[in-house]
Protein backbone atom coordinates (compact mmCIF):
# COMPACT_ATOMS: atom_id res chain seq x y z
CA UNK A 1 0.00 0.00 0.00
CA UNK A 2 1.30 3.51 -0.69
CA UNK A 3 0.60 6.47 1.45
CA UNK A 4 1.78 10.33 0.22
CA UNK A 5 2.53 12.60 3.50
CA UNK A 6 3.50 16.18 2.97
CA UNK A 7 6.80 18.05 4.70
CA UNK A 8 9.47 19.72 3.84
CA UNK A 9 13.15 20.51 3.62
CA UNK A 10 15.91 23.44 4.35
CA UNK A 11 18.53 24.36 2.18
CA UNK A 12 20.30 27.87 3.40
CA UNK A 13 17.40 30.17 4.83
CA UNK A 14 14.21 28.56 2.65
CA UNK A 15 12.10 25.60 3.27
CA UNK A 16 11.68 23.42 -0.08
CA UNK A 17 8.37 21.37 0.25
CA UNK A 18 8.94 17.13 -0.08
CA UNK A 19 6.46 14.73 -0.52
CA UNK A 20 7.45 11.89 1.33
CA UNK A 21 5.89 8.58 -0.13
CA UNK A 22 5.82 5.53 1.80
CA UNK A 23 5.35 1.61 -0.12
CA UNK A 24 5.04 -1.14 2.26
CA UNK A 25 4.97 -4.29 0.10
CA UNK A 26 5.65 -7.55 -0.39
CA UNK A 27 9.44 -8.93 -0.37
CA UNK A 28 11.83 -9.65 1.87
CA UNK A 29 11.73 -7.58 5.32
CA UNK A 30 14.22 -4.14 4.63
CA UNK A 31 14.14 -0.82 4.33
CA UNK A 32 15.15 1.41 1.72
CA UNK A 33 14.97 5.25 1.39
CA UNK A 34 15.97 7.00 -1.65
CA UNK A 35 15.50 10.82 -3.12
CA UNK A 36 18.70 12.17 -2.35
CA UNK A 37 18.65 12.05 1.38
CA UNK A 38 22.07 13.12 3.49
CA UNK A 39 23.55 11.01 6.31
CA UNK A 40 21.34 12.33 9.13
CA UNK A 41 18.16 12.21 6.98
CA UNK A 42 18.92 8.35 6.15
CA UNK A 43 19.39 7.87 9.63
CA UNK A 44 15.87 7.78 10.21
CA UNK A 45 15.17 4.46 9.55
CA UNK A 46 16.97 3.85 12.55
CA UNK A 47 15.06 6.74 14.89
CA UNK A 48 11.69 5.66 13.32
CA UNK A 49 12.28 2.21 13.91
CA UNK A 50 12.84 2.94 17.30
CA UNK A 51 10.21 5.63 18.08
CA UNK A 52 7.44 3.09 16.55
CA UNK A 53 8.47 0.30 18.54
CA UNK A 54 8.73 2.61 21.99
CA UNK A 55 5.13 3.89 21.02
CA UNK A 56 3.23 0.24 21.28
CA UNK A 57 3.52 -0.03 17.27
CA UNK A 58 4.68 -3.40 15.69
CA UNK A 59 7.28 -2.67 12.99
CA UNK A 60 6.26 -4.71 9.72
CA UNK A 61 8.47 -7.63 8.95
CA UNK A 62 7.90 -6.11 4.99
CA UNK A 63 9.48 -4.52 2.56
CA UNK A 64 9.57 -0.69 3.17
CA UNK A 65 10.28 1.93 0.67
CA UNK A 66 10.62 5.61 1.02
CA UNK A 67 10.76 7.86 -1.75
CA UNK A 68 11.40 11.99 -1.04
CA UNK A 69 10.55 13.90 -3.99
CA UNK A 70 11.28 15.69 -5.29
CA UNK A 71 14.40 13.10 -6.09
CA UNK A 72 16.87 15.76 -7.60
CA UNK A 73 16.98 17.88 -4.21
CA UNK A 74 19.36 17.20 -1.53
CA UNK A 75 17.11 16.96 2.07
CA UNK A 76 19.13 17.41 4.80
CA UNK A 77 18.33 16.41 8.78
CA UNK A 78 15.99 14.97 10.61
CA UNK A 79 12.84 17.39 9.74
CA UNK A 80 10.90 14.57 7.63
CA UNK A 81 11.42 11.45 10.58
CA UNK A 82 7.31 12.81 11.71
CA UNK A 83 6.26 12.31 8.17
CA UNK A 84 8.07 8.84 7.46
CA UNK A 85 7.14 7.19 10.28
CA UNK A 86 3.04 8.35 9.65
CA UNK A 87 3.36 7.58 6.51
CA UNK A 88 4.33 3.81 7.49
CA UNK A 89 1.58 3.78 9.60
CA UNK A 90 -0.83 4.98 7.01
CA UNK A 91 0.48 3.18 4.59
CA UNK A 92 0.38 -0.33 7.40
CA UNK A 93 -3.89 1.26 7.24
CA UNK A 94 -2.90 1.98 11.07
CA UNK A 95 -3.65 5.84 10.01
CA UNK A 96 -6.54 6.90 7.86
CA UNK A 97 -5.44 8.59 4.28
CA UNK A 98 -7.61 10.93 4.44
CA UNK A 99 -6.03 12.34 7.48
CA UNK A 100 -3.18 13.02 5.04
CA UNK A 101 -4.94 15.40 2.94
CA UNK A 102 -5.13 17.76 5.99
CA UNK A 103 -2.29 17.90 8.18
CA UNK A 104 1.62 18.15 7.14
CA UNK A 105 4.29 17.05 9.27
CA UNK A 106 7.45 18.41 10.40
CA UNK A 107 9.64 16.88 13.41
CA UNK A 108 12.41 14.86 14.75
CA UNK A 109 12.05 11.75 16.57
CA UNK A 110 13.43 10.01 19.56
CA UNK A 111 14.17 6.79 20.38
CA UNK A 112 11.85 7.14 22.73
CA UNK A 113 8.94 8.36 20.47
CA UNK A 114 9.10 11.98 21.81
CA UNK A 115 8.34 14.76 18.78
CA UNK A 116 11.25 17.25 19.03
CA UNK A 117 12.30 20.61 17.61
CA UNK A 118 13.70 20.90 14.14
CA UNK A 119 15.93 24.00 13.02
CA UNK A 120 14.57 26.07 10.87
CA UNK A 121 10.82 24.89 11.37
CA UNK A 122 9.29 28.41 10.83
CA UNK A 123 11.08 28.55 6.43
CA UNK A 124 10.19 24.82 6.37
CA UNK A 125 6.19 25.34 7.56
CA UNK A 126 6.02 28.03 5.34
CA UNK A 127 6.20 25.93 2.07
CA UNK A 128 3.71 22.70 3.33
CA UNK A 129 1.40 22.45 1.39
CA UNK A 130 -1.72 21.22 3.65
CA UNK A 131 -4.08 23.03 5.27
CA UNK A 132 -2.99 22.68 9.25
CA UNK A 133 0.74 21.40 10.09
CA UNK A 134 1.42 19.29 13.14
CA UNK A 135 5.17 20.45 14.67
CA UNK A 136 6.48 20.02 17.88
CA UNK A 137 5.71 21.63 20.91
CA UNK A 138 8.45 23.49 21.15
CA UNK A 139 8.60 24.61 17.30
CA UNK A 140 4.57 25.99 17.71
CA UNK A 141 5.09 29.37 18.27
CA UNK A 142 7.50 29.88 15.90
CA UNK A 143 5.13 28.52 13.35
CA UNK A 144 2.40 29.94 14.53
CA UNK A 145 3.82 33.49 13.67
CA UNK A 146 2.56 31.98 10.11
CA UNK A 147 -0.53 32.24 11.03
CA UNK A 148 -1.92 29.27 9.90
CA UNK A 149 -3.18 26.23 11.55
CA UNK A 150 -0.76 24.47 13.88
CA UNK A 151 -0.59 21.68 15.68
CA UNK A 152 1.67 20.28 18.29
CA UNK A 153 2.29 16.93 19.98
CA UNK A 154 4.94 15.96 22.37
CA UNK A 155 4.89 12.01 21.12
CA UNK A 156 4.34 9.91 18.39
CA UNK A 157 1.98 7.92 20.57
CA UNK A 158 -0.17 11.27 21.22
CA UNK A 159 -0.20 12.26 17.65
CA UNK A 160 -1.86 8.73 16.98
CA UNK A 161 -4.87 9.23 19.56
CA UNK A 162 -5.12 12.86 17.87
CA UNK A 163 -5.42 11.62 14.60
CA UNK A 164 -7.85 9.39 15.06
CA UNK A 165 -10.08 11.23 17.56
CA UNK A 166 -9.80 9.26 20.78
CA UNK A 167 -7.89 12.67 22.31
CA UNK A 168 -8.42 16.28 21.34
CA UNK A 169 -5.14 18.07 20.03
CA UNK A 170 -3.21 19.83 23.27
CA UNK A 171 -4.08 23.36 23.35
CA UNK A 172 -1.56 25.33 21.56
CA UNK A 173 0.61 27.81 23.45
CA UNK A 174 -0.32 31.63 23.39
CA UNK A 175 0.88 33.43 21.03
CA UNK A 176 3.60 36.29 21.79
CA UNK A 177 2.97 39.61 21.69
CA UNK A 178 4.68 41.35 18.96
CA UNK A 179 6.28 44.17 20.94
CA UNK A 180 9.86 45.39 20.79
CA UNK A 181 11.95 44.36 23.79
CA UNK A 182 13.00 48.02 25.85
CA UNK A 183 16.71 48.36 24.98
CA UNK A 184 18.90 47.84 27.99
CA UNK A 185 21.48 49.36 26.86
CA UNK A 186 21.06 53.85 26.26
CA UNK A 187 23.25 56.12 25.03
CA UNK A 188 22.65 58.26 27.65
CA UNK A 189 24.83 55.67 30.19
CA UNK A 190 27.95 56.65 27.83
CA UNK A 191 30.24 59.75 29.11
CA UNK A 192 32.08 62.03 26.84
CA UNK A 193 32.69 60.71 23.35
CA UNK A 194 30.58 63.81 21.76
CA UNK A 195 31.51 63.01 18.43
CA UNK A 196 31.46 59.14 18.38
CA UNK A 197 27.47 59.39 19.71
CA UNK A 198 27.05 62.10 16.40
CA UNK A 199 28.47 59.59 14.08
CA UNK A 200 26.46 56.64 15.83
CA UNK A 201 23.22 58.27 14.93
CA UNK A 202 24.74 59.00 10.97
CA UNK A 203 25.60 55.79 10.78
CA UNK A 204 21.64 54.08 11.96
CA UNK A 205 20.29 57.41 9.71
CA UNK A 206 22.05 56.76 6.70
CA UNK A 207 22.66 53.08 6.59
CA UNK A 208 26.94 54.44 6.27
CA UNK A 209 28.99 51.43 7.50
CA UNK A 210 31.55 52.51 10.39
CA UNK A 211 34.91 52.03 11.41
CA UNK A 212 35.97 53.16 14.75
CA UNK A 213 39.99 53.46 15.67
CA UNK A 214 41.09 53.79 19.21
CA UNK A 215 42.77 52.56 22.22
CA UNK A 216 41.74 49.27 24.32
CA UNK A 217 39.36 50.93 27.17
CA UNK A 218 38.03 53.61 24.80
CA UNK A 219 34.54 52.65 25.00
CA UNK A 220 34.12 51.70 21.31
CA UNK A 221 32.25 48.38 22.22
CA UNK A 222 29.85 49.91 24.52
CA UNK A 223 29.19 52.52 21.46
CA UNK A 224 28.49 50.02 18.75
CA UNK A 225 26.64 47.78 21.08
CA UNK A 226 24.04 50.91 21.16
CA UNK A 227 23.36 50.83 17.26
CA UNK A 228 20.50 48.38 17.62
CA UNK A 229 18.64 50.80 19.72
CA UNK A 230 18.82 53.72 16.79
CA UNK A 231 18.01 52.16 14.15
CA UNK A 232 14.20 52.10 12.73
CA UNK A 233 11.78 49.12 13.86
CA UNK A 234 11.33 46.44 11.82
CA UNK A 235 8.61 46.55 9.93
CA UNK A 236 6.10 43.21 10.31
CA UNK A 237 7.29 41.68 7.14
CA UNK A 238 11.06 42.31 8.46
CA UNK A 239 10.65 40.97 11.70
CA UNK A 240 9.21 37.34 9.82
CA UNK A 241 12.04 37.49 7.64
CA UNK A 242 14.71 37.97 10.00
CA UNK A 243 13.02 35.53 12.33
CA UNK A 244 12.93 33.09 9.34
CA UNK A 245 16.96 33.06 9.02
CA UNK A 246 17.44 32.75 12.84
CA UNK A 247 16.01 29.80 12.90
CA UNK A 248 17.06 28.40 10.16
CA UNK A 249 20.46 28.88 11.73
CA UNK A 250 18.83 26.96 14.63
CA UNK A 251 19.28 30.26 16.73
CA UNK A 252 16.54 30.71 17.68
CA UNK A 253 15.53 31.46 20.99
CA UNK A 254 11.79 31.24 22.74
CA UNK A 255 11.95 34.56 24.68
CA UNK A 256 12.78 36.05 21.61
CA UNK A 257 10.09 35.09 19.32
CA UNK A 258 9.11 37.19 16.89
CA UNK A 259 12.26 38.92 16.85
CA UNK A 260 11.28 42.03 16.50
CA UNK A 261 14.27 44.95 17.25
CA UNK A 262 17.64 44.60 14.93
CA UNK A 263 20.05 42.27 15.72
CA UNK A 264 23.51 42.98 16.77
CA UNK A 265 25.76 40.48 16.35
CA UNK A 266 29.50 40.07 17.25
CA UNK A 267 31.66 37.00 16.05
CA UNK A 268 35.08 36.61 17.63
CA UNK A 269 37.98 37.01 15.67
CA UNK A 270 39.09 33.93 15.30
CA UNK A 271 35.49 33.18 13.29
CA UNK A 272 36.30 31.33 10.19
CA UNK A 273 34.94 32.47 6.68
CA UNK A 274 31.91 29.63 6.69
CA UNK A 275 30.70 31.35 10.12
CA UNK A 276 31.03 35.16 8.95
CA UNK A 277 29.31 34.49 5.01
CA UNK A 278 27.83 31.56 5.71
CA UNK A 279 27.75 28.03 3.75
CA UNK A 280 29.14 24.93 4.70
CA UNK A 281 29.69 21.54 2.96
CA UNK A 282 27.72 19.04 5.66
CA UNK A 283 24.47 21.75 5.98
CA UNK A 284 23.73 25.04 4.13
CA UNK A 285 23.65 27.75 7.16
CA UNK A 286 23.32 31.22 7.55
CA UNK A 287 26.35 32.96 9.14
CA UNK A 288 26.81 36.19 11.14
CA UNK A 289 26.39 38.25 7.82
CA UNK A 290 22.93 36.61 7.74
CA UNK A 291 22.49 36.75 11.25
CA UNK A 292 22.84 40.19 11.23
CA UNK A 293 20.59 40.72 8.74
CA UNK A 294 18.62 44.50 9.14
CA UNK A 295 20.82 44.48 11.72
CA UNK A 296 24.20 45.41 12.95
CA UNK A 297 27.34 43.44 12.47
CA UNK A 298 29.81 44.75 14.80
CA UNK A 299 33.91 43.45 14.35
CA UNK A 300 35.95 44.09 17.28
CA UNK A 301 39.86 44.34 16.50
CA UNK A 302 38.91 44.19 12.97
CA UNK A 303 42.80 44.26 11.95
CA UNK A 304 42.92 40.39 13.71
CA UNK A 305 40.58 38.86 11.21
CA UNK A 306 41.87 36.76 8.78
CA UNK A 307 42.42 38.22 5.68
CA UNK A 308 40.38 35.88 3.88
CA UNK A 309 37.65 35.66 6.56
CA UNK A 310 37.24 39.91 5.59
CA UNK A 311 37.53 38.86 1.70
CA UNK A 312 34.71 37.62 2.13
CA UNK A 313 32.71 39.87 3.61
CA UNK A 314 33.21 42.78 0.56
CA UNK A 315 30.91 41.45 -2.34
CA UNK A 316 28.03 40.86 -0.08
CA UNK A 317 28.59 44.38 1.87
CA UNK A 318 27.71 45.64 -1.64
CA UNK A 319 24.80 43.31 -2.86
CA UNK A 320 23.48 43.13 0.21
CA UNK A 321 23.27 39.17 0.22
CA UNK A 322 25.31 36.23 0.40
CA UNK A 323 25.96 33.92 -2.44
CA UNK A 324 26.53 30.64 -2.08
CA UNK A 325 27.49 28.29 -4.77
CA UNK A 326 27.54 24.31 -4.62
CA UNK A 327 28.13 21.75 -7.50
CA UNK A 328 24.30 21.88 -8.02
CA UNK A 329 23.19 24.94 -6.50
CA UNK A 330 23.61 28.58 -5.07
CA UNK A 331 22.20 29.62 -2.06
CA UNK A 332 21.12 33.17 -1.50
CA UNK A 333 21.01 34.50 1.97
CA UNK A 334 20.17 38.08 3.07
CA UNK A 335 22.58 40.00 4.00
CA UNK A 336 21.93 43.89 4.59
CA UNK A 337 23.84 44.57 7.61
CA UNK A 338 24.99 48.08 9.23
CA UNK A 339 28.86 47.05 9.45
CA UNK A 340 30.76 48.70 12.25
CA UNK A 341 34.25 47.89 12.97
CA UNK A 342 36.77 48.86 15.73
CA UNK A 343 40.81 48.76 15.57
CA UNK A 344 43.24 49.74 18.04
CA UNK A 345 45.63 52.47 16.36
CA UNK A 346 48.85 49.84 16.55
CA UNK A 347 49.54 46.88 17.95
CA UNK A 348 49.74 47.54 21.74
CA UNK A 349 47.35 49.88 21.10
CA UNK A 350 49.11 53.04 22.97
CA UNK A 351 49.50 54.97 19.75
CA UNK A 352 47.14 57.72 20.83
CA UNK A 353 48.94 58.81 24.45
CA UNK A 354 52.87 60.67 23.26
CA UNK A 355 55.09 57.84 24.42
CA UNK A 356 52.92 55.56 25.48
CA UNK A 357 53.49 53.02 22.42
CA UNK A 358 55.80 50.19 22.40
CA UNK A 359 55.54 49.19 18.60
CA UNK A 360 58.28 49.25 15.63
CA UNK A 361 57.29 50.98 12.70
CA UNK A 362 57.48 47.77 11.07
CA UNK A 363 55.22 46.13 13.77
CA UNK A 364 53.20 49.33 13.08
CA UNK A 365 52.69 49.05 9.24
CA UNK A 366 51.97 45.63 9.09
CA UNK A 367 49.03 46.13 11.32
CA UNK A 368 47.61 48.99 9.46
CA UNK A 369 48.04 46.63 5.92
CA UNK A 370 45.70 44.08 7.58
CA UNK A 371 42.82 45.68 6.62
CA UNK A 372 43.10 46.43 3.19
CA UNK A 373 41.82 49.48 1.01
CA UNK A 374 39.05 48.14 -0.64
CA UNK A 375 37.69 47.03 2.77
CA UNK A 376 38.48 50.26 4.27
CA UNK A 377 36.27 51.91 1.24
CA UNK A 378 33.43 50.37 2.65
CA UNK A 379 33.05 52.53 5.53
CA UNK A 380 32.00 55.94 5.15
CA UNK A 381 32.35 56.61 8.42
CA UNK A 382 35.42 56.79 10.21
CA UNK A 383 36.63 58.45 13.80
CA UNK A 384 38.79 58.22 16.62
CA UNK A 385 37.70 57.23 19.15
CA UNK A 386 40.17 58.07 22.36
CA UNK A 387 39.35 57.25 25.93
CA UNK A 388 37.16 59.65 27.94
CA UNK A 389 38.92 62.57 30.32
CA UNK A 390 38.29 62.32 34.02
CA UNK A 391 36.29 65.69 34.00
CA UNK A 392 33.79 64.04 31.12
CA UNK A 393 34.06 60.29 33.17
CA UNK A 394 33.10 62.21 36.86
CA UNK A 395 30.61 65.45 34.88
CA UNK A 396 26.75 64.55 35.42
CA UNK A 397 26.42 66.18 32.12
CA UNK A 398 24.05 63.40 30.36
CA UNK A 399 23.78 63.69 26.73
CA UNK A 400 20.36 62.39 24.67
CA UNK A 401 18.91 59.30 25.39
CA UNK A 402 18.37 56.59 22.46
CA UNK A 403 14.95 56.86 21.94
CA UNK A 404 15.61 60.78 21.51
CA UNK A 405 18.23 59.79 18.93
CA UNK A 406 16.09 57.10 17.15
CA UNK A 407 13.46 59.08 16.29
CA UNK A 408 15.02 61.51 14.92
CA UNK A 409 17.04 58.56 12.76
CA UNK A 410 13.36 57.45 11.80
CA UNK A 411 12.26 61.06 10.58
CA UNK A 412 15.78 60.92 8.36
CA UNK A 413 15.32 57.29 7.16
CA UNK A 414 11.56 57.81 6.18
CA UNK A 415 12.70 61.26 4.31
CA UNK A 416 15.61 59.12 2.35
CA UNK A 417 13.67 56.41 1.74
CA UNK A 418 10.92 58.86 0.27
CA UNK A 419 13.14 60.72 -1.90
CA UNK A 420 14.98 57.60 -3.51
CA UNK A 421 13.96 54.63 -2.59
CA UNK A 422 16.83 53.05 -0.54
CA UNK A 423 18.87 54.77 2.87
CA UNK A 424 21.92 57.42 1.44
CA UNK A 425 24.34 54.97 1.59
CA UNK A 426 23.64 53.35 -1.38
CA UNK A 427 23.56 56.35 -3.74
CA UNK A 428 25.88 56.51 -6.51
CA UNK A 429 27.05 59.45 -8.15
CA UNK A 430 24.34 60.45 -10.48
CA UNK A 431 21.66 59.87 -7.53
CA UNK A 432 23.61 62.25 -5.50
CA UNK A 433 23.60 65.12 -8.31
CA UNK A 434 19.90 64.97 -8.08
CA UNK A 435 19.44 64.40 -4.28
CA UNK A 436 22.39 66.33 -2.44
CA UNK A 437 23.32 69.50 -4.05
CA UNK A 438 25.94 71.70 -2.89
CA UNK A 439 25.85 74.79 -2.05
CA UNK A 440 28.63 76.90 -3.98
CA UNK A 441 30.80 77.29 -0.66
CA UNK A 442 30.64 73.63 0.49
CA UNK A 443 31.66 72.40 -3.68
CA UNK A 444 34.94 74.84 -3.24
CA UNK A 445 36.35 73.20 -0.52
CA UNK A 446 34.86 69.72 -1.44
CA UNK A 447 37.15 70.92 -5.11
CA UNK A 448 39.95 71.86 -2.76
CA UNK A 449 40.20 68.26 -0.85
CA UNK A 450 40.01 66.50 -4.03
CA UNK A 451 43.21 68.91 -5.91
CA UNK A 452 45.18 68.97 -2.28
CA UNK A 453 45.41 64.58 -2.66
CA UNK A 454 43.03 64.65 0.73
CA UNK A 455 39.81 63.14 -0.71
CA UNK A 456 39.86 60.78 -3.80
CA UNK A 457 37.03 60.56 -6.19
CA UNK A 458 35.42 57.66 -4.39
CA UNK A 459 35.50 59.75 -0.98
CA UNK A 460 33.84 62.29 -2.80
CA UNK A 461 30.75 60.17 -3.17
CA UNK A 462 30.95 58.91 0.39
CA UNK A 463 31.33 62.45 1.92
CA UNK A 464 28.63 63.80 -0.08
CA UNK A 465 26.38 60.55 0.95
CA UNK A 466 27.22 60.91 4.52
CA UNK A 467 26.23 64.99 4.31
CA UNK A 468 23.27 64.20 2.79
CA UNK A 469 22.02 62.26 5.92
CA UNK A 470 23.54 65.02 8.00
CA UNK A 471 21.32 67.40 5.98
CA UNK A 472 18.35 65.05 6.78
CA UNK A 473 18.75 64.60 10.35
CA UNK A 474 19.22 68.87 10.47
CA UNK A 475 15.55 69.19 9.39
CA UNK A 476 16.38 67.94 5.47
CA UNK A 477 17.52 71.30 4.09
CA UNK A 478 18.12 70.50 0.07
CA UNK A 479 21.32 72.04 -0.34
CA UNK A 480 23.88 70.88 1.71
CA UNK A 481 25.72 73.85 3.40
CA UNK A 482 29.31 74.39 4.26
CA UNK A 483 28.85 72.98 7.90
CA UNK A 484 27.29 69.96 7.08
CA UNK A 485 29.70 68.76 4.63
CA UNK A 486 32.81 69.74 7.09
CA UNK A 487 31.20 67.46 9.37
CA UNK A 488 31.21 64.80 6.88
CA UNK A 489 34.25 65.26 5.81
CA UNK A 490 35.74 65.66 9.58
CA UNK A 491 33.93 61.66 10.00
CA UNK A 492 35.84 60.52 7.21
CA UNK A 493 39.71 60.88 8.40
CA UNK A 494 42.55 58.44 7.71
CA UNK A 495 42.07 55.85 10.50
CA UNK A 496 45.61 55.85 11.71
CA UNK A 497 46.59 59.49 10.26
CA UNK A 498 45.53 61.06 13.13
CA UNK A 499 46.85 58.85 15.94
CA UNK A 500 50.42 57.53 14.59
ZN1 LIG B 1 51.76 50.68 19.79
Redesign the pocket.
Known amino acids: MLAIVRSATLSGVRGHPVDVEVHVGSGLPGFTIVGLPDASCREARDRVRAALQSSGEDWPQRKITVNLAPSDLRKTGASLDLAVAVGILAALGRIELDVLDQYGFLGELGLDGSVRSVRGALPMSDVVGAPAIVVSADDATEVGLLGRPVRSVCTLGRLLTCLDGTQEWPEPAPQPTATSTSNPTDLRDIRGQHMAKLALGISAAGAHHMLMVGPPGAGKTMLAKRLPGLLPALQDHEALDVTRIHSAAGELRPEQIPVMSAPFRAPHHSASPVSLVGGGAASMRPGELSLAHRGVLFLDELGEFSPSALDGLRQPLEEREVRVSRAHSTARYPADVLLVASMNP??????GAPGA???SDTA?ARYHRRVSGPLLDRFDLRIGVQRPSPAELFGDAAGESSSEVAERVAGARSRALARSGRPNAALDAVELDRVAPLSSGARTILENAVGQGRLSARGVGRVRAVSRTIADLDDGDDVVSIEQLCLAMSLRVDPFGFVG
Open positions: CPCGESCRCR
